[in-house]
């Protein structure tokens, strides 16, 4: 394609060329490997943790790497970005942030992100979130960014509300909980590079 949206086009695809290692005053934001598996366990071991993302808590490091594997060849299949949240001083991974769901044509995808419970409240996400944010709009060319959010879960309605976002409605039945088989429904939250305040 020519013109503007051809060059915002070629921006998103970007994205996927190198994997885009960010920084921001605390963490580095980069690429999975396997050397990770335990701090990933970590994450998704605690059913409190994963109780609003409709799957099961990982009972295995076997279960660990099959997530390793699953977030590199996403990268690879270019169909999202899994960002880990490290810490500068020692590389523990401590959290995961994502871009997924991206359409090229609309300039639009959707965040998500999954936080080790024992860092809860020391404002990790809000700092990830804010560089995602901003790297998806000035480096990549994002117009729209959405978080589709189980209503029951305030924190992370509150964490997007933080970051900018603003509710848009209540989408029903729109997701599948893995662990229940019952469809669930989604609070739709969206922020815009025109309203974003940098």
């Known amino acids: 394609m020519k013109g503007r949206n051809g060059e915002i086009m070629s921006g998103i695809y970007s994205m996927f060329k190198e994997f885009p290692w960010l920084e921001t005053e605390r963490f580095i934001l980069r690429e999975v490997s396997m ?3 335990k701090d990933i366990y970590d994450i998704y071991c605690d059913e409190e943790a994963v109780k609003f993302q409709g799957i ?12 390793v594997n699953f977030f ?19 590389n523990k991974v401590i959290g995961i942030i994502t871009l997924h769901h991206i359409d090229v044509w609309s300039f639009r995808g959707e965040i998500g992100y999954m936080l080790n419970k024992k860092f809860w409240r020391q404002n990790v996400m809000s700092e990830a979130g804010e560089k995602i944010i901003k790297y998806a709009f000035n480096e990549v060319g994002f117009n729209r960014i959405e978080a589709h959010v189980h209503p029951d879960n305030r924190a992370s309605i509150r964490l997007c509300e933080k970051l900018g ?7 029903k039945q729109c997701d599948i909980n893995l662990r229940t088989n019952e469809f669930e429904d989604r609070v739709m939250l969206a922020v815009l590079k025109s309203d974003y305040k940098y």
């Open 35 to 37: 050397e990770d598996c």
């Open 56 to 67: 099961a808590s990982m009972t295995s490091m076997e279960q660990a790497k099959k997530s």
């Open 72 to 90: 590199l060849n996403g990268f690879v299949d270019k169909k999202f970005l899994k960002w880990c949240i490290a810490r500068k001083e020692d």
């Open 165 to 171: 976002f603003q509710r848009e409605g209540l989408k």
